[in-house]
């Protein structure tokens, strides 16, 4: 019970120091190749100008040249887009989008008109997404041809009229009759806002842009933290196009904070929280859909240049470092993005071991690589040795200007693996009898052994060896177990206890005696020591050991069946070979023809018979008519039972009813008269 | 003692025998005959079976009943026919006659469906 509290504390106590501590890394050649793969279109062009842009921005930000096919087939879009009547904002918006973009050559007519549709919208507009769109396509025209003239006569009111739609919280609603908010919906208002602000005609009243300043502050307010030190902002509500999500949510707060802080001074916002905004969608990894990867991909490119503060991300290329290969440590400090830091020295602060939540204050200084941009740390620090460890980092930039534009995040902890080669010492095996040692052998651990020993159950096995570290401190490695496994296949496992640096196992064989299922014979032994930070871990077989245990006695437990090979449960079975019925022995053919013979004798005996009684045919009708129905009827008689001869020959018994049913009626008809006719001939006969 | 016990049974035997052969009517004797040819033929299969066993038995007993159903039908009919039966007098030979052809057709075409 006390050790399970112990380690319940010792585990809270990592949580804490690993609290604000993970490895975060830049933008890699992975998300270059997810962008390839997500982004290509299947069909050669892209559904929608939305998506088109989507992809384009991804690739341009990740430095990956678009096909020039695509551009244009998606220009011809754009500019069909632009020239219909029936586009509405969101249309024009998003083919305006493309077309920064791709700069598709667009005529400046078109653009003029362009410019008077979304100036009618802007008028008219009344929810938030309509705002949205129509003042981001003026902007995006501004861009694109300075000739045009774009610029908003009431910006105030149309501040006034987007600020109408915010909420208490900081969030935004979309429009004034639905009650539902989101965050998502703030990002969006605050990149309106900052639109608004670049293109009024004159300047913006300052009391407004300080109250919009407030909500962006209450909005930060709102936002979420994880425990490794990222930021986001969830939206629990589903936006406008149904997408609902964290990724979404944030990358539009980024980007309407960014966009607002280019067009105003003095935005405060702390710079932990745009430190922790980066690390967020750095943390995300390599999302794995294209809308996801956008909206990263999208948010880190507007940190990467903002008003604000921009993030320094500092990462480990390599988190292992070995002892034995005499790996040094480096460091890498970057923008999001990738590009190279300004000026500054990265500092090792501490060193955590774990499990310790105090560490002695090194300050050592990496040296610096400018080739490679890699900072390095020319030897480990006293002490570290192999094991797992938490180094914190700090960053100081040189130039103190500096401090109010790039965000460091004072210390950044990253957990580090030291691996290295330990040593195994005073290795023997030994078979005691009582506590005297009977014979004993040395082993040479790691490497081959070949023990050959022979023990009875009043005996004991004992294994000792010791383990150290490269520095010479005692060794406690995650696994260190002794195998016995019986020729028949039994397996027993034991681990081996140690103190301090000394490895030590007795196995009584008296107590083990049931464990053993009373089984005798030669066990295998193979001894297990093996850690993540021990680069020689091994499996190695020891030898053998004749094992002499007592006869079972009659209500001993049964070893456990041993795993049958699958090849032979699954494989094919011993065929099975038909028996058939052996048929019924039949009488030899003679006896049955002797038989046959005898049995129409009585049938012979009975014609005879016939005959010696006189049997005549007087009585048969002479006249025509009953003589024919007499010869029916015994013609009838013979038919019956031919038909019965037919039906024990091959007929079935419902044709033989059928056609008995025929011949049945006809007979009764013919019977009837005949044996009337009779009946009366010999009723005549008496009576005369 | 013994000897008149024999000549006794031997003559009972001579008179029974005699009076057989005067006294009834020809087609009486006819059927007295039939009878005894289907009896027969009844107790030859019999013998059969009991040497070489009775492995289609449905054969067997179809065979066995055959014989002994239309033994049987015989001997109603005899009765019914037979003129110095009281009990049948009004009823007329050839009705028995046809009676007994329905019976002997229906009972063969059960004999011959058990045949197998």
């Not at chain 1, 087939?73 to 024009?92: F, R």
């Not at chain 1, 938030?128 to 501004?142: A, T």
Request: charged share 20%; glycine share 6%; net charge neutral.
């Amino acid at each position: 019970m006390a050790s399970k509290v112990g380690i319940i504390v010792v585990v809270l106590a990592i949580a804490s120091i690993y609290g604000a501590m993970a490895v975060f890394h830049t933008i890699s050649e992975s998300h270059r190749s997810a962008a390839l793969e997500l982004f290509s279109p299947v069909t050669g062009s892209f559904s929608s100008l939305e998506e088109a842009y989507e992809a384009l921005r991804t690739l341009e930000v990740l430095g990956i040249k678009k096909k020039p096919d695509v551009k244009d087939h998606t220009c011809k879009s754009v500019v069909d887009t632009l020239s219909s009547v029936s586009s509405n904002s969101k249309d024009l918006y998003h083919a305006l989008q493309v077309n920064g973009l791709l700069t598709c050559t667009i005529s400046k007519g078109a653009l003029t008109d362009v410019v008077s549709r979304l100036k009618e919208a802007v008028k008219d507009a009344t929810s938030l997404l309509d705002y949205y769109h129509s003042v981001g396509g003026l902007l995006l025209v501004k861009h694109q041809n300075s000739e045009v003239d774009v610029i908003l006569e009431n910006a105030d009111g149309i501040l006034r009229s987007i600020k109408a739609l915010s909420q208490s919280d900081g969030r935004w609603r979309y429009s004034s009759n639905n009650p539902e908010s989101s965050t998502y919906a703030a990002g969006l208002a605050f990149e309106t806002i900052s639109g608004v602000i670049s293109l009024a005609a004159s300047p913006v009243d300052e009391n407004l842009i300080g109250t919009l300043k407030k909500d962006i502050v209450k909005l930060f307010d709102s936002i979420e933290k994880y425990d490794d030190g990222s930021y986001y902002f969830d939206d629990k509500h589903i936006d406008a196009s149904g997408h609902q999500g964290l990724l979404s949510a944030t990358s539009a707060v980024v980007r309407g904070l960014t966009k607002f802080a280019s067009t105003s001074e003095s935005l405060n916002i702390p710079e932990d929280k745009i430190l922790g905004l980066a690390r967020f969608f750095l943390g995300v990894g390599v999302p794995g859909n294209s809308k996801d990867l956008y909206y990263q991909i999208d948010a880190l490119s507007h940190l990467e240049n903002n008003r604000v503060s921009v993030p320094l991300i500092l990462s480990l290329p390599a988190t292992v470092l070995s002892l034995t290969c005499k790996d040094k440590l480096k460091v890498k400090v970057s923008t999001v993005l990738g590009s190279t830091a300004p000026p500054l020295s990265v500092k090792l602060m501490q060193v955590f071991s774990s499990g310790s939540k105090d560490a002695s204050v090194l300050r050592q200084e990496l040296h610096f690589d400018p080739k490679e941009a890699i900072y390095t740390l020319d030897a480990l620090p006293e002490g570290v040795d192999i094991g797992e460890y938490i180094f914190a980092f700090e960053i100081v930039l040189s130039d103190p200007e500096h401090k109010r534009k790039f965000a460091t995040g004072g210390r950044t902890k990253v957990p580090v693996h030291v691996t290295g080669v330990v040593k195994v010492d005073n290795a023997k095996v030994a078979v005691l009898e009582g506590d005297i040692v009977e014979s004993e052998k040395k082993l040479v651990l790691p490497g081959k052994n070949d023990l050959s020993l022979s023990a009875n159950h009043l005996q004991k096995l004992q294994l000792s060896f010791v383990l150290t570290t490269p520095s010479g401190k005692p060794f406690k490695p995650h696994q260190a177990f002794l195998k016995l496994r019986h020729e028949t296949g039994v397996e027993h496992i034991f681990i081996v206890g140690n103190s301090g640096k000394h490895f030590e196992i007795t196995l009584d064989f008296l107590g083990l005696v049931e464990k053993f299922y009373y089984l005798s014979g030669q066990y295998d032994t193979v001894l297990t020591v093996g850690d993540a930070v021990m680069e020689n871990s091994f499996l190695q077989p020891l030898g053998s050991i004749e094992l002499d245990l007592p006869k079972a006695p009659e209500k001993a437990p049964q070893p456990p069946p041993q795993a049958v090979n699958p090849y032979s449960r699954y494989g094919p079975k011993a065929e099975i070979a038909h028996i058939f019925r052996a048929p019924e022995k039949r009488p030899p053919q003679e006896v049955s023809f002797a038989f046959l013979g005898l049995v129409l004798v009585p049938f012979l005996g009975f014609l005879v018979g016939l005959l010696r009684l006189g049997v005549n045919l007087k009585n048969f009708p002479t006249s025509p008519v009953p003589a024919t129905f007499a010869i029916l009827f015994h013609g009838g008689i013979a038919a019956v039972l031919l038909l019965y001869a037919f039906f024990w020959l091959k007929l079935d018994l419902f044709t033989t009813l059928k056609t008995l049913g025929v011949i049945g009626i006809f007979l009764m008809f013919v019977g009837h008269r005949t044996l009337s006719h009779l009946a009366s001939a010999s009723a005549k006969l008496k009576s005369a | 003692m013994g000897k008149s016990t024999k000549d006794d049974a031997q003559a009972l035997f001579h008179s029974l025998r005699s009076a057989y052969y005067s006294d009834t009517p020809t087609n009486l004797k006819i059927i007295d005959l039939y009878v005894v040819f289907a009896v027969s033929t009844a107790l030859i299969q019999v013998v059969y079976m009991a040497i070489v066993g009775s492995f289609p038995f449905n054969s067997f007993l179809s065979g066995v009943l055959s014989c002994v159903g239309t033994a049987v039908l015989a001997v109603c009919l005899r009765i019914q026919v037979n003129k110095e039966n009281k009990e049948f007098k009004d009823l007329p030979p050839e009705r028995a006659f046809a009676d007994f052809v329905l019976c002997n057709l229906v009972l063969h075409l059960v004999i011959m469906n058990f045949l197998g």
